[in-house]
């Protein structure tokens, strides 16, 4: 069966530091990947998707930045956090041409401070 | 045209009765429309969809209506129970594209 792992499931992180969230599925191959965001009262926010690796399409511009070095392995990045890119970060996969929608981690809980 | 209206914000239910969360879609090309269930701290789980050649899809306690010439569906949740309490996301998508497309969410409260 598929699974997908998400880590830390939390972090604080002072303003201005680096950020590296990891993303990986075990029990698949060739899935598509999405990262996504969750702030208060703003709902689902796709951030960047992959379906394939090193192919990244970013839906919204920010501070942050994703890549996709293996398959079932894709990364969140920032170089300088901000105190705005707080939130509860999501990964989730599906299957392309399946319609049996997106299966999602855990999350992290990220803290800028 | 990719958005996706959810209403209401948050619901307060009793034990027993009937929640249901609308949603209206602008995009016409979309054909397919599942819910989310999210609880606290965890992500979001698929519960249920449904596709537009349907008007009616019925799992458990749980129910969606379709009324595609209104481009609107909406989430039923028959004798809500307390562990029903969860946010609840509706999302859309069309053939060819892998993204869903999700409203803001719906917080409901079941109160025992």
């Known amino acids: 069966s598929q699974t997908i792992h998400q880590w830390p499931a939390t972090l604080v992180q002072p303003v201005g530091s680096p950020l590296s969230l990891e993303c990986t599925v075990e029990g698949t191959s060739n899935p598509n990947l999405y990262w996504y965001r969750q702030a208060a009262g703003r709902g689902l926010q796709l951030l960047f998707y992959s379906v394939g690796i090193g192919q990244i399409s970013s839906e ?5 930045s994703a890549s996709r070095p293996q398959d079932r392995q894709f990364i969140l ?6 105190l ?4 509860f970060y999501l990964c989730a996969w599906s299957f392309t041409g399946d319609r049996g929608g997106y299966t999602f981690g855990s999350g992290t809980r990220l803290t800028v401070v | 045209q990719q958005q996706v209206k959810q209403s209401p914000q948050s619901l307060i239910v009793q034990k027993g009765g009937i929640s249901i969360i609308n949603c209206a879609y602008e995009n016409t090309a979309f054909d397919y429309f599942p ?3 999210q609880f606290p701290g965890k992500g979001p789980a698929l519960l249920i969809a449904i596709r537009p050649d349907v008007s009616e899809k019925k799992e458990g306690r749980f129910t969606i209506s379709f009324n595609k010439s209104a481009k609107q569906f909406s989430l039923h949740i028959m004798d809500s129970q307390p562990g029903d309490s969860a946010t609840y996301f509706c999302a859309g998508s069309q053939g060819g594209s892998e993204k ?3 409203g803001k969410g719906t917080k409901l409260t079941v109160n025992p």
């Open chain 2, 100 to 102: 869903l497309v999700f």
């Open chain 1, 77 to 82: 990045s920032s170089k300088k956090l901000l």
């Open chain 2, 35 to 37: 819910w989310y269930q």
């Open chain 1, 84 to 87: 705005s890119d707080s939130g």
């Open chain 1, 60 to 64: 919204v511009p920010q501070n942050l």
